[in-house]
């Protein structure tokens, strides 16, 4: 065997060590660590393949496609709200602090959020959430099929509300958007606006988390009288 540029004999396959075996979990634990680092548009099949210096091809034994694979990152971000007990004395509390943590994952993520409105969310800390929220809505007094349906709704507003705080200009986030907002409101014409001009202020009152809990109550309340 002809020595190398280091005067070193190349190695030969069978002398070098075995790579560890591919997983899901080493595929959702890899596309993680290039989220963090270079965000969702470089979490790609060749990039994972790369990472962990396999082929791509060999990735769809454990991965259905690219949709899948982003469903399982948000799967493994749910994982430390699911473990912990949600804040509150009441159902009620506790079920708007589990969805406002939620939001939060999402928030923090904006290109999680945007995914997530249009993936399935699936894996065992999907499934968690979901049987959680079922099961203090259940405890509230919904009926079976008030919780069933209803889940889908309170998942919605948290992930809709990360999506557009997540945008170029954040809404009631940035004081100049506020300041903005504001001025619109105030050089609105009464006689063609009465509606707004009377309620400009409470149309931009309140903080995020104060509006976010008002929210909620109004879905849950709903979700209560329905039936």
Known sequence: MSPNASGEAPR??????????????????????????????KVTMRRIAAELDTGHASLYVYVRDVEDLHA??????????????????????????????????LRARPEIARMALSTQPSGPN??????????????????????AWGVDLLLLLPTASAVEQSGPKPARHATGDVDAIATTIAEVDPAKAPNIARLGDLLISGESEERARWSLDVMIDGILAAG
């Open 12 to 41: 030969s396959r069978r002398e070098r060590p075995a790579k560890p075996a591919l997983t899901r979990q080493k595929i959702i634990d890899a596309a993680l660590r290039i989220l963090s680092a270079e965000g969702l548009g």
């Open 72 to 105: 399982q990152i948000l799967d493994a971000l749910l994982a430390p709200l699911v473990t912990a007990e949600p804040a509150g004395d009441t159902w009620r509390e506790r079920l708007k602090s589990l969805l406002i943590g939620y939001g939060e994952i």
């Open 126 to 147: 999907s499934v968690a959430l979901v049987d959680r929220i079922l099961a203090l809505l259940l405890e509230g007094g919904a009926s079976d099929k008030a919780a």
